[in-house]
T-cell receptor
Framework: EAQVTQNPRYLITVTGKKLTVTCSQN?????MSWYRQDPGLGLRQIYY???????DKGDVPEGYKVSRKEKRNFPLILESPSPNQTSLYFC??????????FGPGTRLTVL | DAKTTQPNSMESNEEEPVHLPCNHS???????IHWYRQLPSQGPEYVIH???SNVNNRMASLAIAEDRKSSTLILHRATLRDAAVYYC?????????FGDGTTLTVKP
């Protein structure tokens, strides 16, 4: 089944404790993205990747890192999480200019 | 960066057509117009996309203005399952900008 998976689905952590949210897709898509969604708002793009080792900043990259060492994986790294990074995070993948397939979301709470 | 503007909410009666507008006056020539919808507690779901010409698929139609500064998503016969938040997005080589979305309510 074609899908985008994210882990963990739920995470509660404390300020400053490094964490990684994994994202994996099985559709051989070139493009992958990370978004955050805050209550009542649309999605805001954090980072995106056009292929292996090619990443670029979205609209809200501060406080986040990404890497794309393999085509199928695109982890999101929070080196020192802060409470303002409490949010719902979505990973997505697509072909060039095609529809984006979204993962189920990761709900992160930073205390 | 290009931005999109959508009405906060719209209502429709079941089995009637719905026209959801989106303004994107700062669109660039290479921006694609995408529409997604999102149900509570779920990730966005693709609806339709286009560049310049109007597009039709099994879910909806997309009408794009000649100057590309606005577009309209058309649901031909709304059903209760179409109630969702609809997002108009500009997408260009991986960079995607979401608007705040329109909450569509469908009344039986």
């Amino acid at each position: 089944e074609a899908q985008v998976t994210q882990n963990p689905r739920y995470l509660i952590t404390v300020t400053g404790k490094k964490l990684t949210v994994t994202c994996s897709q099985n559709m051989n898509h070139e493009y992958m993205s990370w978004y955050r969604q805050d209550p009542g708002l649309g999605l805001r793009q954090i980072y995106y990747s056009m292929n292996v080792e090619v990443t670029d900043k979205g609209d809200v990259p501060e406080g986040y890192k990404v890497s794309r060492k393999e085509k199928r994986n695109f982890p999101l790294i929070l080196e020192s999480p802060s409470p303002n990074q409490t949010s719902l995070y979505f990973c997505a993948s697509s072909l060039l200019r095609g529809e984006q397939f979204f993962g189920p979301g990761t709900r992160l709470t930073v205390l | 960066d290009a931005k999109t503007t959508q009405p906060n909410s719209m209502e429709s009666n079941e089995e009637e057509p719905v026209h959801l507008p989106c303004n994107h006056s700062t669109i660039s020539g290479t921006d694609y117009i995408h529409w997604y919808r999102q149900l509570p507690s779920q990730g966005p779901e693709y609806v339709i996309h286009g560049l310049t010409s109007n597009v039709n698929n099994r879910m909806a139609s997309l009408a794009i203005a000649e100057d590309r500064k606005s577009s309209t998503l058309i649901l031909h016969r709304a059903t209760l399952r179409d109630a969702a938040v609809y997002y108009c997005i500009l997408s260009n080589a991986g960079k995607s900008t979401f608007g705040d979305g329109t909450t569509l309510t469908v009344k039986p």
